[in-house]
């Protein structure tokens, strides 16, 4: 599976730098001057470990780490919650911004149960007379 800089940011929580140095350590720190959005690498390439005092975590790659517990696990409850009130998501009821990355996770399945519920939250929300704000439309 290949990731970017704003899949890393997302599945490890970490900041933009943070990311783009995962990327810097697969690519080469010669080979490029800076890290587009569109850059990629594969997961299976990053040398990053986890120290974790389980033993079952320790030494294993943080980002297919990550990718491996959403498959295995699916969605928290707290993750679903965030996406059924972000406002790009619930206009376009599809996974919007920093949530895109589910699309690349998350079986077929998922994605559109997801996808069924926040057009059932749209309608409601809409026929309650709420508003999106102006800059989601854009």
């Given at each position: ?17 943070e990311?783009?140095k ?6 080469g720190?010669?080979k ?22 389980n ?26 919650r ?21 699309k ?5 399945d ?29």
């Amino acid at each position: 599976m290949k990731v970017t800089s704003t899949d890393i940011q997302f599945l490890l929580g970490c900041t933009r730098r943070e990311a783009e140095k995962i990327l810097f350590d697969v690519i080469g720190w010669g080979k490029i001057d800076r890290i587009k959005a569109s850059t990629e690498i594969e997961v299976s390439d990053i040398k990053a470990k986890l120290l974790s005092v389980n033993e079952t975590m320790d030494g294993k790659n943080p980002v297919q780490n990550a990718i491996d517990l959403l498959q295995k696990h699916g969605l928290s409850y707290t993750l679903r919650r965030q996406i059924f009130e972000d406002p790009r998501c619930l206009f376009y009821c599809d996974l919007r911004g920093r949530y895109r990355t589910l699309k690349k996770i998350l079986p077929k399945d998922q994605i559109e149960s997801l996808r069924h519920t926040l057009k059932t939250r749209r309608a409601d929300f809409v026929a309650s007379g709420g508003r999106f704000p102006k800059g989601v439309k854009g």
